[in-house]
């Protein structure tokens, strides 16, 4: 108890060094019930709870993910991120099987799946170069224009993303036997993949790349003089971010089993940044929170209110979020957890 | 220990909130379950709102009633994109697990509920309006219903009639560039090519196009019409930029091109209007005493509607009422899959405003088409005058079923007669 009040005190401290004390989630095996719960989460729920609210909260959660790790560690706030996963998605369905014989390649999974996350972070990359020259509002609009660009090109284009239509009846591959589509299956491999990329957020960020990200977000002119390399650092992290981002891209065509140019849209590339925001930058669980809440909202504020006015409360219940918690959700709970821990300290 | 147990039962806590709202209570089989899927968001959000009405008015007539059973609807809002359409199916069907499924409205969205239906033998999903061909003109799903139109259907008789009556023999399209739009103009353009008339370029826009200059001067001079099937504010759009810049060639319409955000248009353009033909599924001033009842009970249960129902509205109508009317014949029975029910709905012929409609071999309408042209009415207003009916319009337009098919599907090269 004694270091978290010394914190406090030190935030309280006028002219306080540290900016933001870092956000306090439960650590080690109090994360056992969760785990334990997404691991039978499929036992008591439906095909659709298990599926489209579970597996689709997971993979807005891998793509708002992949923005969290760029806004809140790199300070770059890219809106190309639903650009690289639909990157992904659609040349999965290029290079593999889709409705659309005549442009489908139709290669066997070993080689369309690490191609298409291959071609989706090179894009990644690309995005990085260019971006990276940019800061602030301006990496925002210059990311916003990639996406806008990207979603027309593919509308337009039919020899190669088959404009309006896209593609239909793109099917996850069947791996070891497994029909993945399946919903206990599909749950599982979203789960794994989602528990993978929350891994290796941590681990970047506590490693060197992290470090150095995370430096070159409090002050690129410092970290220059020390000898970095900034913009090679910055567009290693829009790579990394990337090649989340397609893992997100594929995990979302296999649901959907099918890509156009809708998924892509600015209505999609918006949404990303409202989940992560909605969820808290300040941790990468952050970004999971806000898509589960994202996906109960977009399905069930229909059912609250009747007709046109549906989306009236999901947009009253971002703004709220954001009114009354900068952090985000993230936010409320450490601020319902900070409540608790002060009734208790009398007894501590 | 005391800090741990404390984290681990306010995760605990939240966890089994979420879990909790997981498992949904279950259901008797004392009402049927109707879904209806439109567009309330997005550019088509007006005309899913009006959808909405034509499927309220058919359950209000039948007082939420049919086969003895309460009908209870749940409503499900797409944004016209498949995802989208998909996203809100699955909830449907999923989730609320509803008996039938009307919708959904736009045509690429039609093609992936189609898909999604084979997924779901255990439910009938009955269409809106989305009107592309190959939703059920090839590999259609057995449990997908269409008691409307498509847009190839909407356009039988135009070809003819431009080419014949109007004497229009070379002519461009303009049109919006996904799968209904192609519909469309394969509709205008077999009968038109058949009888020797040339589509010489074929103009494809974004749906929400703002600048038509780059197409209107490529239009060749020597055309003697415009085949245009644009939906509202693209419409006005185009002919504004296109009369600005000194068009004069006559206007063929598509279906939902010359409607009232079109003919309430003031200036030059009025007088350009008139004399241009258009077809679709409904026309606003048929004189016909069954349509006329339907308008006059459209506008007094939706007094804050359009004046006149929509071509959403109807196709809606119709589909909840095929429905309704289906599941009374039957007494509600829904076991062994709706056996009865989709047996009932294959092969019924069912009375609509717009006359008689049943369904073919793929569960796709039979039905009337109306011929218009733009007039002006006594006091000056522009308004579609039904020149023609055209009766029991099938999905082949008329041709053997196997040379239709052998066209191939539509797309923007297929058909093409330059």
Known sequence: MASISDDRARAAAPGAAVERAPLRLPKGWAYLPLALVLLTFPLYANGFWIVQIGAYSMILGIIALSLMFLAGYGGMVSLAQMSVAGCAAYFFAILGHSSAEAISLGWSAWLTLPLSLLIATAFATMIGLLASRTAGIYTIMITLAIAVAFFYFTRQNYDLFNGFNGFAQVEPPHFFGLDWRQPLPFFYLTLVVSALCYAAVVYLRRSTFGLTVQALRDNQRRMRALG???????????????????????????????????????????????????????????????????????????????????????????LAVVLFSPDGLLGLWEEARAALTRERRPRD | MTMLSRRSLMTAAAVAVLAWGAVGPAQAQETIKMGALATLEGAFAVLGQDSMRGVKLALQQHNYMAGGKKIELIEGSSDASPDSAIRAAKKLVEQDKVDVLVGPLS????????DYAKEHLGTSFVNGTSAAQDTTLRDPAPNFFRFTTDGAQWQAGLGEYAFKNKGYKKVVTVAEDYSFPYTQVLGFMNDFCRLGGHVVDKFWVPIGNKDYSSIVYSIPSDVDAIYVALGGADAVNFLTQYEQAGGDKPMIGGSITVD???????????????????????ADNWDNPEWKKFVKAYQDAFPDGFPSPSLFAHGYYISTLAVLESLDAVKGDLSNDQAKLREYMSTHEFDTPTGKVHLDQNRQAVADIFLTEVAANDKGQLFNKVVKIIPQVNQTLGMDRDKFLAMGPVSRDNPSCP
């Not at chain 1, 090679?232 to 981002?245: I, W």
């Not at chain 1, 930058?281 to 898509?291: C, K």
Request: hydrophobic share 50%; with cysteine; aromatic share 8%.
């Open chain 1, 228 to 318: 970095y390399h900034v913009t090679g650092h910055q567009v290693a992290a829009y790579a990394a971010s990337g090649f989340m981002a397609a893992l997100g891209g594929l995990l979302l065509v296999w649901l959907n089993t099918r890509i156009s140019p809708g998924t892509i849209g600015v209505g999609p590339v918006i949404d990303i940044l409202i989940i992560a925001v909605l969820g808290g930058l300040r941790h990468p669980i952050g970004p999971f929170v806000g898509a589960l809440a994202f996906v109960l909202l977009d399905n069930f504020a229909i059912d609250l209110i009747d007709r046109e006015r549906f989306n009236t409360v999901i947009g009253l219940c971002f």
């Open chain 2, 107 to 114: 045509g690429s969205e039609g093609l992936a509920i189609k």
């Open chain 2, 260 to 282: 009232q955000t079109v003919l309430g248009t003031k200036g030059k353009k009025r007088d350009y209007l008139i004399g241009t033909p258009s077809a679709g599924p409904i």
